[in-house]
């Protein structure tokens, strides 16, 4: 019996155990073909997955490429400053943490609104692990502090970083301009890619024109990162383009003298070599620190600057309106000699008043010159002779023939912030103020009054066009380029010359000996004496034009202070025959030209008389007709 | 005196004879189960790096499992069968103990008895099927009413215990070794199918016993996109692990879910999440056929023994390993909810290497003692 029933339990159990085994065979083969599912059906999924997990590119900003003058006087550079970081996933506690997180460094380290806003536009278009950038430019104060404080703030990081810095300071705050922190608006607008890593960007002058020169192209970096977003190891690195180095065609020294020439006075100096349309000088008074911009400005310092009444952010070389007065007459006569209104020996007489045939009213002359040709009444500065011109020309004629010489338009010039000026014409008045044009409006045309603005700029270009016979260079600040320090320096190309103004060497003549006489007559020449003791014959033309008209309600204002009661320009250019420097002087408020501008520019000559001669000289081609 | 010597000397040689011998065991199952210890520390190796500690701990911890093995091979089943109840007896106390004063996070689960500590509830893996099979193979077969009644409430005291702990997987492995036992044991299908239906009806009930953590965790897994950066994350890193290894894996120590730590709890409960990814489907194929070749062994062991006590207890034993099994190889390719039961011989942890080598150790005991061939 018992033996019986033990063999019967085996069985059982034998039977019993093959079912189990058979149910663990089927259960184990079912989860095996899970297996089969996740790694080969989804396994490249998965695979993509993982990867897409663990791997991370990061953009290695460019450093941005290094600003010099002609001569490699450096005038941007790339130092090494400390920044204050954040790593937003790192800090604990989400966003409410963060909050706190920021107030508390405020109290070690000071953290203005803007910061905090830019800061939050930034981490927003950044991957939670990336740091991002809150204070940059810490003193070194500000560091020690946040070294003792560190164990307060994790997720927070001091980061070395390159920063703009203008050694020169205010000399070149204008025309090489200011890099600045990216805003908000030019986040949206940039390539992300592009300017991933990069903080900074040109905000004016050169350093915004040549935005992408300097800028480079960001590198990248594949890094193996873990669940904490801690990088483990580098597996590709793509190093970024460095942006090229500009050389300027400006001279430092030139510079210099032309700062120190104006002054405190409210105006601008551009100089330019006639022969290849190389900016020498760019100066615009006054003034202010370009390395104030660069980190961000305090809002004191920021207001300091914008409320000033006298504008120091204002680059008048290139966007100061100015009214030329006299100093248009040189292109006037071109326009008269080229359209065959006039001959060189063709002469008017100058009575004190000029009236046009069959109106009354008069338009003055400065005294009764008598008869007068073309050169004294460029030397002597004959109203007369430019009014009966101007009207026998016709405003058509005449702002037609003034704007081969680039009036009312931007030059080109290289530089961010050009402005167009105003060149007076019929369908300009018509379209802009919806008015006639009247006869009378010609006349004050054609000595550079009424509707008339330009830029030191433009009538720097229009004198190289004289001062060049006719030949039209449009003026520009790049000399030279570099890939790399060490690298070979190559010549920019120049831009392509412009039509060429006027087809009779007899026009070019004509003025250049009418402005010679303007400098080295006798009186009334009008800046006679200018020339003396200079071993190269200048040749110039004053202008001084009334500051408001008579008319404005601020006239009785500025009628109590003559000696501010006209915007006084000079132009210039040396030797006259053969010119290598062409300078035109702006100043906001003087008495006239020749007493206020032209001693200026005589001052800057003598600066550049120093090294005219060691400076290598870039010629031309002649351009285009 | 002389005598007292004699007898010391006695017990010497006797001791020597019984214990010192070379080991005696079923060579086809020491070798599986030698081959998947290997396995499981190349595996830890990679899945620890870099601190090698974790490897040579677990090597450390199978010395001493394969030594209880070969120790226990070599005690009679009729001695085992002899101590069963006071085993049994004495586990349910550690449990009761455990749930009075035991340690752990979030759960009490750990005993320290200052040298080591030891979960208890890994002893009531052992002495559950002892038990079951004690009482079954006490009367006939296939068991009557009263037996089962009773093996259903030798399971349910430290199932409850271990239960209230609260360690869900082990309970659920502890009632599968009891269950197990009344399988093998005979017990008629009608009544397998009563209890199933019983099962199914009590599942409400036993969700209103749950701890919301454990509610959760069931969510999570019907779900876990649901808790991206929670609970959700083990399963979803654990299936892309597994996933990325692909057909031929990414290579030893060229796994990145775990080196990275996207993987959690990557050398015990997910340890086998590691080894899917480095040695791909191949790896895990190879690693599935070698744990069925051991259940399979196992089986063919219990239906050799010389007893039903025997049979029982080696059958319970065999099948309860398929269980973890298939529970940590389901949660890691995310088809079963997150419990904390680990892949035998390949997750990392200390007790339960050594009690599932002590549990072999019984098999080769029952092996060692199994019928005579006719």
């Known amino acids: ?625 | 005196m002389i005598l007292a010597l004699e007898g010391f000397g006695l017990h010497l040689r006797m001791f020597a004879r019984r214990w010192l011998r070379p080991p005696a065991l079923d060579w086809p199952l020491a070798c599986a189960l030698l081959l998947l210890a290997g396995v499981g520390l190349v595996n830890l190796y990679s899945a620890g790096a870099p601190d090698t500690k974790v490897a040579f701990n677990q090597g450390a911890r199978f010395l001493i499992g394969a030594t209880l093995m070969v120790l226990i091979s070599r005690i009679s089943p009729q001695s085992l069968r002899k101590w069963t109840p006071w085993l049994y007896a004495g586990s349910v106390l550690l449990l009761l103990v455990v749930a009075v004063m035991g340690e752990g996070r979030g759960a009490h689960r750990w005993l320290d008895l200052k040298i080591f500590r030891f979960q208890p509830s890994e002893l009531s893996k052992l002495t559950m099927p002892m038990m079951a099979a004690w009482v079954l193979s006490r009367g006939e077969l296939p068991p009557r009413f009263a037996s089962l009644a009773l093996v259903g409430l030798l399971i349910a005291i430290p199932a409850g215990l271990i239960a209230k702990q609260p360690d869900l997987g082990t309970a659920l492995l502890v009632v599968a070794s009891g269950m197990f036992v009344i399988f093998l044991a005979g017990m008629a299908w009608w009544r397998i199918g009563l209890v199933a239906a019983a099962a199914a009806a009590a599942a409400p009930v036993a969700w209103h016993f749950m701890h919301d953590y454990q509610k959760k965790r069931l969510f999570t897994f019907l779900d876990p996109a649901a808790d991206r950066l929670g609970d959700g994350w083990h399963i979803m890193q654990s299936e892309i692990a597994v996933g990325s290894g692909g057909i031929w894996g990414k290579g030893w120590h060229q796994g990145t879910q775990s080196a990275l730590e996207f993987l959690p709890e990557h050398t015990t409960d997910f340890a086998f999440a590691v080894f899917s990814e480095e040695w791909g489907l191949v790896g895990v194929a190879a690693v599935i056929l070698l744990y069925i070749f051991i259940v399979g062994r196992g089986l063919m062991i219990a239906a050799n023994a010389r007893d039903t006590y025997s049979r029982l207890l080696a059958g319970s034993i065999s099948m309860s390993f398929f269980v973890y099994v298939m529970v940590n190889g389901g949660m890691v390719a995310g088809i079963l909810p997150v419990v904390g039961v680990p892949m035998p011989l390949i997750s990392y942890g200390g007790t339960s290497v050594v009690a599932l080598l002590a549990g072999f150790g019984m098999l080769m005991s029952i092996h060692n003692n199994r019928r005579s061939p006719h």
């Open chain 1, 1 to 625: 019996m018992r033996l019986r029933n033990a063999r019967a339990d085996a069985e059982t159990f034998r039977a019993r155990a093959i079912v189990g085994f058979l149910v663990i065979v089927l259960c184990l083969g079912a989860l095996v073909s899970r297996y089969v599912f996740l790694q080969v059906y989804r396994g490249a999924e998965f695979g993509q997955t993982s990867d897409k997990q663990r791997i991370s590119v990061r953009s290695v900003p460019p450093v941005r490429g290094l600003i010099y003058d002609r001569n490699g006087v450096l005038l941007a550079d790339n130092i090494a400053a400390f920044r204050l970081e954040i790593v937003p996933e790192t800090v604990e506690g989400g966003r409410k943490g963060l909050d706190k997180l920021l107030a508390e460094l405020g109290d070690v380290i000071a953290i203005s609104a803007d910061d905090i806003e830019r800061f939050r536009a930034a981490r927003a278009k950044k991957k939670a692990f990336e740091n991002v950038p809150l204070r940059l430019k810490l003193s070194e104060d500000e560091i020690a502090r946040f070294s003792v404080n560190r164990w307060r703030f994790p997720g927070v990081e001091i980061a070395p970083y390159l920063t703009r810095a203008y050694p020169l300071g205010p000399n070149f705050a204008h025309a090489v301009g200011y890099v600045g922190r990216i805003d908000i608006n030019e986040l949206t607008r940039l390539d992300p890619n592009d300017y991933a890593g990069t903080t900074h960007i040109g905000k004016t002058g050169v350093e915004r024109w040549y935005e992408d020169d300097l800028h480079g192209a960001p590198g990248s970096e594949t890094v193996e990162v873990d669940v904490n977003g801690q990088v483990r190891r580098k597996l590709d690195t793509i190093a970024p383009t460095p942006g090229k180095n500009l050389y300027l065609s400006i001279d430092a020294r030139l510079q210099r003298a032309a700062e120190e020439a104006l002054g405190p006075r409210l105006g601008a100096v551009v100089a330019i070599d006639p022969r290849n349309g190389e900016v020498l000088a760019l100066v615009s008074e006054p003034e202010f620190d370009p390395n104030l911009f660069v980190n961000g400005i305090s809002r004191a310092d920021y207001a300091l600057l914008t409320e000033d009444p006298r504008k120091p952010l204002l680059n008048r070389a290139i966007a100061g309106g100015f009214i030329p007065g006299s100093t248009v007459k040189p292109y006037v006569a071109a326009a008269g000699l080229e359209l065959g209104v006039r001959t060189p020996s063709d002469t008017v007489v100058s009575t004190g008043e000029y009236h046009i045939p069959g109106q009354k009213r008069g338009y003055r002359d400065d005294f009764a010159a008598g008869r007068v040709d073309l050169k004294l009444a460029l030397a002597w500065s004959v109203n007369t002779y430019f009014y009966s011109l101007a009207y026998e020309l016709g405003i058509d004629r005449l702002s037609g023939f003034l704007a081969k010489f680039g009036f009312g338009a931007k030059t080109g010039i290289d530089v961010a912030g050009e402005g167009v000026g105003v060149l007076p014409s019929a369908e300009w008045l018509r379209q802009t103020r919806n008015q006639p044009w009247f006869a009378g409006y010609t006349v004050n045309a054609g000595f550079g009054q009424g509707f008339w603005v330009v830029t030191p700029i433009q009538l720097a270009h229009a004198l190289t066009v004289v001062a060049a016979k006719g030949a039209n260079r449009p003026p520009h600040v790049l000399h030279a380029t570099q890939t790399g320090i060490g690298a070979p320096v190559q010549l920019a190309p120049l831009p392509l010359p412009g039509p060429n103004v006027g087809t009779r060497a007899s026009t070019w003549k004509a003025i250049e000996e009418g402005m010679w006489l303007a400098v080295n007559g006798p009186p009334p020449s009008t800046v006679s004496g200018l020339g003396k003791e200079f071993p190269y014959a200048i040749a110039g033309k004053t202008g001084t034009a009334e500051r408001f008209s008579r008319f404005d309600e601020s006239w009785t204002y500025i009628a109590t202070s003559s000696a501010d009661r006209h915007q006084v320009l000079f132009e210039c250019f040396t030797p006259a025959e053969d010119p290598r420097i062409a300078v035109v002087v702006a100043l906001e408020a003087g008495k006239s030209g020749a007493s206020d501008a032209a001693p200026i520019a005589r001052k800057i000559l003598d600066a550049w008389l120093k090294y005219a001669d060691d400076v290598p000289v870039r010629r031309v081609a002649e351009a285009a007709p």
